[in-house]
């Protein structure tokens, strides 16, 4: 499970840990953000920058240099120039608080452009964006976990998450986006969605085309784009970030595909050609959190670009946010290590391998016909799911039984799902069979 998906890297990994002592051992565990500035927090910008406008030079200086070549004052903005430049980063707690500090940010630019009719969000059914008041208001009202809070929460729209994988099937979702923009884009402040996979909703995936479409509706109807990647964010999918998912990279595997499992695994092997850079969707708001610290503190960071910042304070604004731990150099020198250990790793090749592993040893899990629905796989992501849903006592009982295995998943609902830790040089093809061999054996039993 990674630790909820947040543990790229392993346990005790000796770079991380080295990266919170040196913290605490030579300069400060904690500074407010506020008026004061500290070096991990600048260094950590200025690499999250490079690393989400595509950008990461293919070598960083050793630590030793002046700023890792990653400060905000030396990075070569001209140089990474696109047409959605993300170049501000709001530091905060966790991922839902980050993307708390996206909505506010969407309402206060419309705000401050005297736009004050644009309230409401657009989200996509089947979604999860987090447990805090805001970010439940965009979760799915209906299959979500914050049904209870229904009449609480404010009203926002929603559309239905694509049918499936292909592109085919998100014409629905596409058709009634477009019709849902076109009917109240006056009141919409920004579209907000998981990128690629829907997480805690379902672990369901969908086509790129979505994103690119989404972009386009957003752009035409004068609304903002927020792109959830904090599940996604930092490799999980296999490219960086899944909002860059095409053509060459973008490969779900699922066993009601007519594809043979051996050939689909070889075709990942020759067709991963890497990202082009014309099929990625940038957004205007982007939202990271889990794997920014390798699961070892609590981060979120919320970038945009200048147009937002610039329509925020412009006119003598302040952005209304300010948490006490934002950039907690703790937290911020951690994510320096974890980011800088996942771009010097061969992370792309280790998540096909991971791919290829859950391919092989989640598959037999399909011929549980009476049980299981489906099992599907994309990147470091394997999920089972079957035709029941298993109520509270069910789940308990199937956990200790993966326990019993030697195995931790937390299932719900439907799902038995597995994100194994797809850096950990220490993984190998023999644990992800064994976590496929307990799945198997648990599931037969139900």
């Known amino acids: 499970m990674s630790s909820w998906w947040a543990a790229v890297h392993g346990y005790r990994n000796p770079t991380l840990d080295n990266a919170v002592r040196e913290q605490i051992e030579e300069s400060m565990s904690h500074v407010m953000f506020g ?56 530091f905060s707690d966790s991922g839902s608080i980050s993307v708390e500090v996206a909505m506010k940010m969407a309402l206060q630019y419309w705000f401050t452009l005297r736009k004050t009719q644009k309230t409401k969000f657009l989200s996509l059914r089947n979604g999860y ?88 509706l957003c752009d035409e109807y004068d609304v903002l784009l927020i792109f959830d990647e904090i599940a996604t964010g930092f490799g999980r999918t296999g490219t960086l970030f899944a909002g860059w998912q095409g053509q060459g990279t973008y490969m779900p595997w699922s066993s009601l595909d007519d594809n043979d499992s051996n050939e689909r695994i070889e075709s990942s092997k020759s067709s991963a050609n890497g990202v082009n850079d014309d099929e990625i969707v940038y957004p205007d708001i982007l939202c990271l959190g889990k794997a920014l610290t390798g699961g070892y503190m609590p981060l979120g960071v919320t970038i ?65 016909e009476s049980i299981v629905k489906e099992v599907r796989v994309l990147g470091a992501i394997g999920v089972c799911e079957m035709h029941e849903g298993l109520d509270r006592d069910g789940m308990a009982n199937v956990q200790r039984q993966l326990v019993e295995e030697g195995v931790w998943l937390r299932p719900f609902g439907k799902l038995l799902y597995t994100m194994p830790p797809f850096n950990c040089e220490d993984l190998e093809d023999v644990h992800i069979e064994k976590i496929g061999e307990a799945m198997h054996k648990v599931a037969s039993k139900l």
Not at 331 to 343: E, H, I, P, R, Y
Request: aromatic share 6%; with cysteine; proline share 6%.
């Open 35 to 90: 008026g004061l500035t500290h070096r991990p927090a600048v260094e950590l910008a200025g690499r999250l920058l490079q690393m989400v406008n595509n950008d990461y030079p293919e070598t960083i200086p050793s630590e030793d240099a002046e700023i890792c070549g990653s400060s905000l004052s030396d990075m070569n903005l001209e140089k990474m120039q696109h047409e959605y430049q993300m170049t501000k980063v709001f």
């Open 129 to 216: 964006h987090g447990d805090t008041f805001g970010a439940m208001s965009v979760c799915d009202p209906v299959n979500g976990m914050h049904s209870m809070f229904a009449g609480i929460l404010a009203q926002q729209l929603f559309v239905p998450s694509p049918a499936g994988p292909r592109r085919s099937d998100a014409t629905q979702t596409l058709e009634q986006m477009e019709s849902m923009l076109r009917r109240h884009h006056h009141e919409v402040a920004a579209v907000i969605m998981e990128p690629i996979v829907q997480g805690a909703g379902g672990m369901k995936f969908y086509h790129p085309a979505v994103l690119k479409r989404a972009r386009e």
């Open 304 to 368: 945009t670009t200048d147009k937002l910042a610039h329509g925020i304070s412009d006119t003598d604004g302040v952005f209304m946010h300010g948490p006490t731990f934002m950039a907690n150099p703790l937290a911020c020198s951690v994510s320096l290590a974890s980011t800088n250990l996942l771009m010097h790793s061969p992370w792309e090749m280790r998540v096909r391998r991971v791919e290829k592993a859950l391919i092989k040893h989640l598959s037999p899990l399909a011929e549980l």
